[in-house]
């Protein structure tokens, strides 16, 4: 059915709703991974923001949706933008890192690692983007894949997670970013209420 409206010409992959919501917004905070595909495929662009200023890879993000990030990422998404509260992609991949350390139900557990491998799949996507690389972070992916204890895979998620301040960012382009989004009164007016309505 998606594939058939997509391919209706009458139908524009890039329309908005009230919220300024695309398809893709939508798709990505929900994790619909292989729409996303579709809708990328069918040209949606991935750097259009909604009216709260964020992008499609920052809600996916923010629902923890590390593989549609990783596809956006490979899909041209903008490393460098900022969401409604300033942080970037990597910033908020290092706190949801930060988060499974510290919750009882996630820490030295194999969803732990499950997710730590994909934020680290994410963060070699950013990478390569920026045409760095980085060996240590190639190592503790080696390390993590082939580790099964959990106290290991503990000890390996927050060796990551102290790799995160390894990573070169451009603050220029945070700095340039910042400033847009603090010119926009309305998008600091209305915050992250708006942005957790999502139909």
């Known amino acids: 059915m998606v594939t058939e409206m997509l391919n209706s010409a009458m139908f524009d992959v890039n329309c908005n709703d009230d919220k300024q919501r695309t398809c893709l917004h939508i798709a990505c905070s929900r994790g619909y991974l292989d729409i996303v595909k579709l809708l990328l495929e069918y040209g949606a ?3 259009i923001r909604d009216c709260v200023s964020n992008l499609p890879i920052h809600l996916a993000i923010i629902s923890s949706h590390v593989p549609v990030v990783t596809l956006l990422l490979e899909a041209g998404a903008d490393i460098h933008s900022l969401d409604t509260n300033g942080k970037t992609v990597l910033h908020l991949a ?29 963060i070699k996507e950013y990478l390569k983007r920026r045409k760095t690389s980085n060996t240590d972070l190639d190592l ?4 993590l894949e082939n580790s099964f204890n959990l106290d290991d895979i503990n ?3 927050k060796k990551l997670l ?22 926009k009164s309305f998008h600091s007016f209305f915050g992250l209420n708006k942005l957790f309505q999502i139909d």
């Open 140 to 143: 503790l992916a080696d390390q």
């Open 94 to 122: 290092g706190t949801r890192l930060r988060w499974l350390l510290n919750d009882e139900n996630h820490k030295a557990s194999a969803k732990l690692k499950f997710e730590a491998i994909m934020i680290m799949n994410m």
């Open 162 to 183: 102290n790799q995160f301040e390894t990573f070169n960012i451009s603050s220029d382009s945070f700095e340039s970013d910042k400033q847009n989004l603090l010119n």
């Open 45 to 47: 662009n991935p750097n």
């Open 155 to 157: 000890c390996l998620t």
